[in-house]
């Protein structure tokens, strides 16, 4: 199991951009599809981003899609969400995730993914 930790969130002004990271504890990392959700007060956990195992398949909400970039680092373990001119229904706590093992298929469900970080706040200000 590959363990997940999340940084990078924190206050900022609307319009203004963040890049978030999850660092995996293990080389397993580089089997995983991976994903972004968010979760604001009130609401249920949504899907932000996915990105298969090999970086070359990407899926993204349409809330974010032309605003948010998902990528990895493989030989650094590493996904990364980059959000460009946030918005102040962005704010929520971020979270990264392990699904499915070398698939060519990203779920998109939360319940499709089984290893979780413990989330970083996005805290966007209008």
């Known amino acids: 199991q590959v363990q997940l930790v999340e940084s990078g969130g924190g206050l900022v002004q609307a319009g203004d951009s963040l890049r978030l990271s999850c660092a995996a504890s293990g080389r397993t990392f580089r089997g995983y599809n991976m994903g972004w959700f968010r979760q604001a007060p009130g609401n249920e956990r949504e899907v932000v981003a996915t990105?298969?195992?090999?970086?070359?398949?990407?899926y993204y909400a349409d809330s974010v899609k032309g605003r948010f970039t998902i990528s990895r680092d493989n030989d650094k373990f590493t996904v990364y969400l980059q959000m460009n001119g946030l918005k102040s229904e962005d704010t929520a706590v971020y979270y990264c995730?392990?699904?499915?093992?070398?698939?060519?298929?990203?779920?998109?469900?939360?319940?499709?993914?089984?290893?979780w970080g413990q989330g970083t706040q996005v805290t966007v200000s209008s």
């Open positions: 995730a392990a699904g499915a093992w070398y698939s060519n298929t990203a779920g998109i469900g939360p319940n499709e993914y089984h290893t």
């Open positions: 990105i298969l195992w090999s970086g070359k398949g990407t």
